[in-house]
């Protein structure tokens, strides 16, 4: 074997391990981007969900205190832009969305403790449960939402990785951060 080959030999393993190693950053990459989009959608099942429950729990509140029509009518304006944000609004629209809803529903929960019959109601009880299910798996999906984020990030944001950020169209996400003063849940007692 010649010098000259074996330097051919060196030069072609190099670039054939270079190329494997582009490849790799390229759908690690690409792969962290697509669970924090997928992640994001988990979010945007659960408000959607819990918008199509706002309208049984307002029928029924309704069915109780039906001069409460303010309340009912921003818990509508709220439901409608949490379903618009859903289908595609930004992470910071979809929160600010969310806290619109989380307010109006306090404030119809408010009315609600108004009305002894109501709280006793079986249907009211199913779908205040069924709103707290829904509030935990938004709060999961949230979660796991933040966590591939920052896994996606934390590849961005270092190297290697870096480097394939650009080739793989991928850049560092937002968060999904509750707004001012949303931190924590409504506190709702019946």
Known sequence: MTAGLLILIIVVVVIVALL?????????????????????????????????????????????AAHESGVFEEVARARGAVAQAAQNGTVEQKAAADQALTGALGRLFAVAENYPDLKASANFI??????????????????????????????????????????????ARDFYQAPEGQQAPPQVQF
Not at 25 to 37: S, T, V, Y
Not at 41 to 56: E, W
Not at 133 to 154: G, I, M, P, W
């Open 126 to 171: 199913q779908l205040q449960t069924e709103l707290s299910d829904t509030e935990n798996k938004l709060s999961f999906a949230r979660q796991f939402y933040n966590d591939a984020v920052s896994r996606l990030n934390q590849l961005v944001q270092t190297i290697p990785w870096m480097f394939f950020s650009g080739i793989a169209g991928v850049k």
């Open 20 to 64: 494997l190693f582009g490849i790799t950053g390229f759908n690690k990459l690409r792969k962290a981007d697509i669970a924090a989009q997928e992640a994001l959608g988990g979010i945007d099942v659960q408000l959607t969900r819990r918008a199509d429950l706002i309208p049984n729990l307002v029928n029924t509140v309704k069915g109780y």
